[in-house]
């Protein structure tokens, strides 16, 4: 019987030592008590709702609009992900299902967790300070009507997702899509009510986190885009106010001056290790050690750079020594064969260490395919394939600002503002010496946006505003439907003088942009299970 | 040999003692007027003893009443046949019954016979009765397997008879000495069958349940135990995607899938759940797979899926029995195209280039360079795939292994090794296997089972990944490699780029890209104590036991990316320079991460089993408990100087874009309570009773606990007394069952019912130059999840005729997976953002098929054997309710289809004239040429696009499964062949890539990725002089309108392979004891696997993944090996 008891006294023990307890705490998340529990967490928090601006940067993600339009060429046919060519060569490219590469339908994903934010901000961080708060609550309004504008620039009217009722869920989600003009108004809303409570400035530690004046600027561009002019207006002063001044040492200055003290940068991105990108990587001239030189910038943008007097360019005048003698923002924005670069000078002749491959619809060249590279954002020095890039990205600065002045001014009232427009076009261009446009040079609102959309176009190269500057203003067709775009073929001659010639830079194909493009097909899969979203677009 | 019967047998024993066992074991009988046949099945069922007789000598059929409180068998017995001429033979558990010589028998002059008898593999069978047919005269054979039989008549015919086996007649025909071997009993009712938490006599067995035993398990040496499974188990589907050393096994469905979510089944060894693929294949006793819910219930709600069930081997009385076996493999690629040479190669692409309008891409210079040799050595015609693979890769097992003990002490104790080397350099896989089985009375009544197992693995992978859609894949890079370049160029690997964008190398890919290590040490130990309650009388027939295991394991995972450089060939520029490899950056990379782990499992059991006259009761209760803990950690750093040696010290800096170090922590944890009751009448009636009342932490408490029950019902009508009478003998056995069960399924992640914050990996955001990491919300939080349940239907029904030569086993199942977990949102709009529940049980799919398997089993002469064994297995499964997005068209409705079935574009034709391209919609991407494919448009709305996708395909998973064994033996040759094949599967050559990009591959676009291109696809492309091709267009651009999931590259996967051939002999035992060298057996053989396959592309293999452009192929193999014991 001994061992009956022993049998007992195992079968006791173990269950004993047994302590499987069902009610397991996670190991691998967050309670939401811990989450709104100091300062500390709630600016982690905060942070988290930028990954929004990082990922909307074009230099993180890789993703430069510009090649969708007439002033940069993508070297790639079917490589990297990269549509740019497909998009512009191939008709109708685009269909119901989704905009392609041009998708912002999923910003829907951040704008929930901004909603949940502000939802749960006034309530659960209130402890913390009304003060303190306040100021998170305007960085969310700030970074979701960033959101809501990416959307509206490529679908006009979108459904619109905010915490006022709690959040949508499975209840709400049929909803009818707002017009492009509420859409608009929702989010010159959320940059109002966030302009009066973000700070002017932010301690170095924070450097980099919307301010006034960004919310200020942002609302300027969004103004435009919803042709509320006296807004537009308004906002631009507004921005002035909040201390927003151009760099008028050099033009390249603005891009490599630090956040810090950089008054002309409003908002931008900035990339530390191990947030970086690979703008070096991707776009340096073929000759530098491993890259790709992924885009080219096109003769339509070169060729806009004025001559230092502000003479236009031309290759019949300046053909024989075209790269002398230009205004300065050509020199900050170009690579051209001659320039100087780490130490050495570009080769973009045919055979020259960064010589031009003409384009083909295959693969991708992995050299400039007309001419020229890009100079801005690059970082001379820079050990790029060890460290990637830094070079942080403008998302909005002051000259952008007055150049949206200058436009709003011109539309609201071009007779009766045209001292004051013309004054904020010029500020611009004297800022790079350039002499100002006169009254006589535009004597109507026409010739006076005309002037404007040049300066647009050379200011804010390569910054991603040239594809959907063309869609606001509804000339993409005209500018790129059924046209090619250009480069130079340079050949060394024996004599070391080159020649030029204009080649066709997009394979023998044709460029297209249907009129309905301005506005893209709302996604198939929102059409399907959002009973009420309305009528597509039109053409889709 | 049938030991395993035996072994187990005595497992399951109650009482050890020291003396014989049928002087101790006392038994209790108390029967009326019922057949002395009866009597004795109950005895047998009731202990261990088991009698041998000639029902034409002994009159069983006798009524007899017996009574008896433990008494022993001797008494039993005398009482049992008093005043009959019946006599009895006990030899420990076996019992002879003869009667005594009649008198009326002429006599004639006897002669003496000696012999030996020994199973099919030549071992040793001690214990075989050999009885005078007609008589009672009889002997038994001894330790050495040999007997000596005096006074047998010289016409006489000798009756040879063992547990387990068939038994013999052979005609002594004036012999003195008569060798024979005894064959398996296949269709053997008696053998027992491993289920869950226990075993069974295959006879009561009412649900679905297949088992093979070691013999049939180890046909030819094969690194892990999955791949070993392929083919022999009706019902169980086997995959193998891959032949990578340490990633070859294949993967395993029971009865196809029922749900969309994880369908793999229960993976139990030795009663716990492990890893199936790193047991040492010696080491199994059986493999037994539980189909049907009635006996897959009783694992709750992990059962679903079915269960596979491992029993590793026990120890047996006696003398240590010493045995080594050993084998070289040597393997080779089951089919790989054969890509372009230098010469062909530039044919091919001029001729492409030219129907692209892009002219000759490469002049006579380069074709010349290329054919007859090229002073500065950069063009040649090199074969990469041919360098890449080696001859052959040399795989080599070696297991020894020592069993025996005292009827107080077994042991079983083994030592394994398996050395792997792949069919590419760098690529190897090694794995130590060590266990120790025993089984102790550490007291009366008291039996303590110990089981202490474990193995180190030691996997090495050259540093990029071998896996299919990994980019530079060093094969894909092999396939991208133009062959036009000397694969070395001053004395170092070459590259080449298309344009100095990508550098690829294959060979410097496998040799210098670094490596990918993985160590892995793993614990496996179990113990078992168990009381019998036996000898307290009325509580006879009890047992009370604890069961618990714990296993610990800790693995090291090394990651070194090399950077690499190779004199690099550009195609554009046609120079030579050195560069760095693409896919490596400069000091190259290395992450390190180790981690470790334990699961415990406490399982108090209670058994009850007894018999009360005609009642049959088995029945079990028990708590199971599991828990187990892991901890992971990882660190990484770059910017290696050194090559060797490579450390996370060595690094001199932190990747960019990655945490240097990272951690995690996780724990899991189950309770379940669970019984069965088997009932059985008179060997007639049979119903069982099973359930398990389940929680786990994963769901939330109030949604934590399940109940799943199952019942089944058996007949066995070959015991019904008027079917005896009607079935004159051609009937041995027949049973038909009905089973009705739940079980259920948790695939899902934990604590989703918990709200939910994570903190970023890395940093999401740069503030004042700092990268800063943030929180974010996780899930919305989903309170009301449980597991899918699973009602399984099964009907069956096994027949045994003709004394083995014809068996046959039927199954047909119905299955009914509901609340199956899954992701929603298809019917929401991505406005919400994802702001709901992002799972529900909701889906449902039902799974009906059937399994059949019919074995025969002849001898043809005392010296030829033969068995065929074939089977049939049809599973298809149906979804009654899935999530899919409203409106979804008609054509893309997954309701009422069967689980991944291929949807694209209907391809009919290539455009073959002008007027068809000019009359037909735009391509959906692409461009439209002459040779190009033509879709149909299915809606007729002028527009091909997604709109027109209908069904195109059936999924990857076989409908059916088939296989035939084929085994025979003459003398002591002995040759078995198992053909295995599929149907009712597609492959799709080309579709989308797991990044969702459409795109062609290597195998359906000349020149993919500017790269080579296999001959088939070439020599049948269309071009203008090919028009009836069976390839598009010939061209060197990639043209998105061919690369769409389409009707055209949907590959029927069926197949049939010789999956296993072997060819042995077992050296006679009589020269063996001849040499008197200590040999009991000597076994050598050759054997082979996927030695023939018959598919329908036979350009790669019927296995492999779906969209590749090149993978590490599935492997024939060929074998020599030994086996010897001692």
Not at chain 2, 910 to 925: E, I, K, R, V
Request: hydrophobic content about 35%; some cysteine; overall charge negative.
């Amino acid at each position: 019987m001994k061992n009956v008891y022993l049998l007992m006294g195992v079968i006791a023990m173990s269950m004993m030592v047994s302590c499987t307890d069902l009610d397991l705490d996670a190991t691998d998340r967050v309670s939401g008590a811990a989450v709104w529990e100091s300062e500390e967490t709630v600016d982690a928090y905060t942070t988290g709702l930028y990954a929004h601006m990082r990922d909307a940067s074009e230099l993180y993600s890789n993703n430069l609009t510009d090649c969708f339009s007439d002033i940069l060429k993508s070297a790639s046919w079917d490589q990297y992900n990269h549509t740019y060519n497909k998009v512009l060569l191939q008709v109708d490219y685009f269909s119901s299902i989704n905009a392609g590469p041009l998708d912002k339908w999923g910003n829907y994903d951040r704008i929930k967790r901004q909603n949940e934010f502000l939802l749960d901000a006034p309530t659960k961080g209130i402890h913390l300070g009304d003060d303190f708060i306040k100021v998170r609550i305007a960085e969310a309004r700030f970074i979701r009507a960033f959101a809501y504008f990416e959307m509206a620039r490529v679908y006009g009217g979108v459904v619109i997702r905010d915490e006022t009722d709690g959040l949508d869920g499975r209840k709400e989600k049929d909803k009818a899509r707002a017009t492009e003009a509420e859409t608009w108004n929702f989010i010159i809303n959320d940059l109002q009510l966030a302009a009066q409570d973000l700070p002017v400035k932010w301690t170095s530690e924070w450097t980099g986190r919307a301010t006034q004046a960004a919310a200020y600027g942002l609302l300027s561009r969004c103004a435009l885009y919803a042709k509320n002019w006296d807004l537009a207006v308004e906002a631009a002063k507004n921005t002035k106010t909040a201390g927003a001044k151009l760099i008028t040492s050099s033009y390249a200055n603005v891009f490599t001056t630090p956040l810090e003290s950089n008054s002309e940068v409003l908002f931008a991105v900035s990339f530390a290790d191990p947030i970086v990108h690979g703008f070096d990587r991707y776009y340096r001239p073929s000759g530098d050690e491993d890259v790709y030189s992924a885009a080219s910038p096109t003769s339509e943008l070169v060729d806009s750079y004025e001559m230092a007097d502000g003479t236009p360019f031309s290759w019949s005048t300046h053909g024989t020594d075209p790269y002398s003698g230009r205004e300065p923002r050509f020199y900050a924005s170009i690579l051209y064969n001659g320039a100087s670069w780490e130490g050495r000078t570009i080769e973009s002749y045919a055979g020259g260490a960064d010589g031009l491959i003409e384009w083909k619809p295959a693969g991708a060249t992995t050299s400039t395919v007309t001419g020229y590279y890009m100079r801005k954002y690059l970082q001379e020095g820079n050990d790029y394939l060890k460290n990637q890039s830094t070079q942080f990205d403008v998302v909005i600065r002051y000259a952008e600002v007055l150049l949206n002045l200058a436009e709003a001014l011109a539309e609201q009232n071009f007779s009766l503002n045209k001292t004051t427009a013309l004054a904020t076009l010029n500020e611009v261009r004297n800022r790079v010496g350039l002499p100002g446009i006169t009254e006589a040079q535009a004597g109507d609102k026409d010739s006076f946006m005309s002037f404007v959309r040049h300066e647009r176009m050379v200011e804010l190269a390569f910054e991603g505003f040239r594809y959907w500057d063309l869609r606001r203003w509804r000339l993409a067709v005209s500018v790129i439907n059924g046209k090619t775009a250009h480069g130079v073929k340079i050949t060394k001659n024996p004599d070391h003088t080159f020649r030029y010639d204009k080649i066709d830079c997009d394979g023998g194909l044709t460029r297209y942009f249907d009129s309905k493009y301005y506005l893209m097909s709302i996604p198939e899969s929102e059409r399907l299970n959002n009973s009420l979203i309305g009528d597509n677009n039109p053409g889709w | 040999m049938k030991a395993t019967i035996f072994i187990i047998v005595m497992s399951i024993a109650q009482v050890f003692a020291a003396n014989s066992y049928s002087q101790t074991a006392k038994l209790s009988l108390n029967f009326k007027n019922v057949s002395a046949k009866t009597v004795l099945q109950r005895i047998e069922e009731q202990s261990q003893f088991y009698f041998i007789y000639d029902a034409t000598v002994v009159n069983v059929e006798k009524k007899v009443s017996i009574e008896s409180d433990k008494e022993s068998i001797s008494e039993i017995l005398d009482q049992l046949f008093e005043g009959t001429n019946v006599i009895y033979k006990i030899n420990n558990r076996q019992i002879a019954l003869t009667t005594e010589p009649s008198l009326s028998v002429v006599q004639q002059p006897t002669i003496k016979v000696t012999g030996k008898v020994t199973d099919s593999s030549g071992a040793f069978l001690p214990g075989v009765t050999i009885i005078v047919k007609g008589s009672t005269h009889g002997t038994i054979t001894d330790s050495d397997s040999k007997y000596s039989l005096s006074n047998v008549p010289g016409d006489a015919i000798l009756l040879f008879s063992f547990v387990g086996m068939k038994t013999r007649e052979v005609a002594v025909a004036g012999r003195t000495n008569i060798d024979v071997t005894l064959s398996d009993e296949t269709v053997n009712i008696d053998e027992i069958v491993a289920v869950g938490y226990g075993t069974q006599k295959k006879k009561y067995v009412v649900g679905s349940v297949s088992q093979i035993g070691s013999k049939e398990l180890v046909s030819a040496p094969m690194p892990n135990v999955s791949n070993m499974l392929t083919g022999k188990l009706p019902g169980v589907t086997s995959i193998q995607r891959s032949g990578l050393p340490g990633n070859d096994q294949t993967s395993i469905n029971i009865r196809g899938i029922s749900t969309f979510t994880n369908s793999s089944p229960l993976i139990l060894v030795d009663g716990v759940e492990r890893m199936l693929n790193t047991v040492n294949p010696a080491d199994i006793e059986n493999v037994s797979v539980l189909k049907d819910a009635s006996t897959s219930a009783i694992y709750g709600v992990k059962g679903g899926n079915g269960v596979i069930l491992i029993t590793t081997k026990k120890g047996g009385e006696g003398k240590a029995k010493i045995s080594y076996d050993a084998s070289g493999t040597v393997s080779l690629n089951t089919a790989f195209p054969k890509f372009l040479n230098g010469p062909d190669y530039l044919y091919w692409y001029n001729k492409a280039s030219e129907m692209d309008g892009l002219g000759l891409a490469f002049d006579a210079d380069t074709q010349t360079k290329v054919i007859k040799g090229d002073p500065n050595g950069i063009y040649g015609n090199t074969d990469w795939t041919d360098l890449l693979f080696k001859d052959y890769g040399f795989t080599q097992q070696h297991n020894i292994s020592a069993t025996g003990g005292t009827d107080k002490t077994k042991y079983y104790v083994s030592a394994g090794i398996l050395d792997q080397d792949g069919i590419i350099n760098n690529v190897n896989y090694k794995r130590y296997n060590i266990r120790s089985n025993i089984d102790a009375a550490i007291a009366d009544n008291f039996n303590l089972s110990l089981n202490l197992g474990g193995f180190y693995e030691n996997r090495n992978w050259p540093g990029i990944s071998m896996s299919p859609q990994v980019y530079m894949n060093p094969i894909e890079q092999a396939i991208n490699a133009i062959p036009i370049i000397q694969p070395t160029y001053e004395g170092g690997y070459t590259g080449w780029s298309e344009n100095g964008a990508i550098i690829q190398s294959p060979l410097a890919s496998v040799e210098n890209g670094g490596f990918q290590k993985m160590q892995r040490w793993q614990f496996e130990g179990s113990a078992k104590l168990e009381y019998d309650f036996s000898r307290i009388s009325f509580l006879k027939g009890l047992k009370m036991g604890v069961f618990c295991s714990y296993d610990y394991a800790n693995t090291a995972n090394r990651n070194f990316l090399n950077s690499y450089k190779v004199m690099t060939y550009n195609k554009a520029t046609k120079e030579m320079s050195m560069e760095r490899a693409s896919g490596t950056t400069e000091g190259g990379s290395y992450d390190k991460s180790m981690s470790l782990g334990y699961s415990y499992t406490l399982r108090p059991t209670i058994e009850y089993s007894r018999l009360f006259g005609k009642h049959n009761l088995n029945t079990i209760l028990l708590l199971e408990e599991n828990k187990s803990d892991g901890s992971t950690m990882t660190g990484r750093r770059s910017g290696y100087m050194f090559s060797d040696p490579i450390d996370i010290t060595w690094g001199t800096t932190y990747p960019s874009g990655t945490v240097p170090v990272s951690g995690s922590l996780s724990h899991s944890s189950s309770r379940g309570y669970a019984g069965r009751v088997s009932y059985g009448f008179d060997n007639r009636y049979l119903a069982e009773f099973t359930f398990r009342y389940d929680g786990t932490y994963i769901f939330a408490p109030e949604n934590r606990w399940g109940f799943f029950p199952s019942v089944a019902l058996g007949w066995v009508i070959s015991e019904e007394k008027f079917f005896k009478e009607l079935n004159t003998g051609n009937i041995n056995y027949l049973k038909i069952k009905a089973s009705y069960g739940e079980s259920g399924s948790n695939d899902i992640d934990p604590y989703l019912w918990t709200s939910s914050y994570g903190l970023t990996s890395s940093p999401s955001y740069v503030f004042g130059g700092n990268a800063t990491t943030s929180v974010y919300t996780l899930n919305s939080i989903i309170s009301d999840l449980t597991w899918s349940r699973v009602q399984s239907y099964n009907i069956g029904l096994d027949l045994n005729m003709w004394n083995g030569l014809l068996g046959m086993e039927f199954d047909y199942f119905y299955k009914v997976t509901s609340d199956i977990l899954e992701t929603q949102g298809g019917d929401m709009p991505l406005s919400l953002g994802g702001n709901y529940s992002s799972v529900a049980n909701s889906g449902k799919v039902d799974n009906r098929g059937f399994e059949l398997l019919l074995k025969h089993n002849n001898k043809i002469n005392g010296d030829w054997n033969y068995s065929l064994v074939g089977s049939l297995a049809w599973a298809k499964n149906k979804v009654l309710s899935r999530q899919i997005s409203e409106g979804t068209p008609w054509n893309r409705n997954e309701i009422g289809r069967s689980i991944g079935i291929i949807y694209g574009y209907e391809a009919i034709g290539l455009y073959q004239t002008q007027a068809q391209l000019d009359n037909s919609p735009a391509a959906p991407s692409g461009t439209k040429n002459l040779g190009d494919l033509i879709y149909k448009d299915v809606n007729g709305d002028g527009r091909i696009d997604q709109n027109d996708f209908v069904k195109i395909g059936r999924g990857t998973m076989p409908q059916l499964n088939f296989s035939l064994s084929m085994n025979t033996s003459y003398k002591n040759f002995y040759l078995n062949a198992l053909w295995q094949g599929v149907a009712l599967c597609d492959y799709q050559l080309s579709a989308a890539y797991s990044s969702g990009i459409y795109d062609n591959t290597a195998f359906t676009r000349p020149f993919y990725n500017n790269g080579n291109a296999p001959y088939y696809l070439v020599e049948d492309t269309w071009t203008a002089e090919n028009t009836n091709a069976k390839y598009p267009r010939l061209s060197t651009i990639a043209n998105g309108n061919n690369a769409w999931p389409s009707s055209w590259w949907v590959v029927d996967g069926s197949y049939l392979r010789l999956k296993n051939l072997q060819l042995g002999y077992s050296l006679p035992s009589s020269l063996l004891s001849r040499w008197n060298i200590g040999l009991s057996r000597l076994n050598v053989y050759v054997s082979g696997t996927n030695l023939l396959t018959f598919s329908n592309f036979k350009y790669v293999d019927p296995e492999m993944p779906s969209v590749n452009n090149g993978y590490y192929p599935q492997q024939k193999t060929y074998s020599m090996g030994l086996n010897v014991t001692f």
